[in-house]
């Protein structure tokens, strides 16, 4: 089955600084994938998302980077912000058109 | 405002309980799917539906039952519950054409 993973589970970042949180997939036959924010005490929301017949997608201070040679999706955050802090799962749906594979997570500090 | 709505945010139960989770989404999708969130293991899925009385296992589905009498409700069954099922669950739904799962704002549940 397909998993996703992330490279590391925590980041400390200053606020004003770009974030960068990164997701290996392994699945090349996914078609779509999603950034989740989790924050304490709550769900997941949808922060971004890019098909595979994508490169690169941006959205309000964030930017989804893909590359499909190494199976690698990255999340930016510019100019980082006290509410950013949360935890950052990367989703990929695989070839079961309606299942989403999860990352483990990567927990973002932000620090004032 | 779309919603996914899990009836309680708190379980406390007995090993051997037989437990109900219950979700409800108000945006007439078709998919919906349970979750358990464990720290480093991130999200995975327990069962989903594509359809009213259709389901399909997920990665862990041992222990664990659904019900999917309704469009609208979808229920996650423990027949015996253990402390190893001691856990965050998380409802979603989504509508079939791939797009981005909505999410519940959790169930921790805890098996003494």
């Known amino acids: 089955g397909e998993s996703v993973g992330l490279h590391l589970p925590t980041l400390s970042v200053q606020e004003g600084d770009n974030s960068i949180i990164n997701c290996a997939y392994s699945?090349?036959?996914?078609?779509?994938f999603i950034w989740y924010k989790q924050e304490s005490g709550k769900g997941p929301q949808f922060i971004i998302d890019?098909?595979?017949?994508?490169d690169k997608r941006q959205g309000q201070r964030v930017t989804v980077l893909l590359n499909k040679t190494v199976k690698h999706l990255s999340l930016q955050i510019a100019a980082t912000q006290p509410g950013d802090s949360a935890v950052y799962f990367c989703?990929?749906?695989?070839?079961?058109?309606?299942?989403?594979?999860f990352g483990s997570g990567t927990k973002l500090n932000v620090k004032p | 405002d779309v919603k996914v709505t899990q009836s309680s945010r708190y379980l406390v139960k007995r090993t051997g309980e037989k437990v109900f989770l219950e979700c409800v989404q108000d945006?007439?999708?078709?998919?919906m799917f349970w979750y358990r969130q464990d720290p480093g293991l991130g999200l995975r899925l327990i069962y989903f539906?594509?359809?009213?009385?259709?389901?399909e296992k997920g990665d862990i589905p041992e222990g664990y039952s659904v019900s999917r009498e309704k469009k609208e409700r979808f229920s996650l069954i423990l027949e015996s519950a253990s402390t190893n099922q001691t856990s965050m669950y998380l409802c979603?739904?989504?509508?079939?054409?791939?797009?981005?799962?909505?999410f519940g704002q959790g169930t921790r549940l805890t098996v003494v």
């Open positions: 979603a739904s989504s509508p079939p054409w791939g797009t981005e799962a909505f």
């Open positions: 699945n090349s036959a996914s078609d779509y």
């Open positions: 890019i098909r595979s017949n994508m």
């Open positions: 989703a990929e749906m695989g070839d079961n058109f309606n299942k989403f594979y």
């Open positions: 945006m007439d999708h078709e998919n």
């Open positions: 539906s594509y359809d009213v009385k259709m389901k």
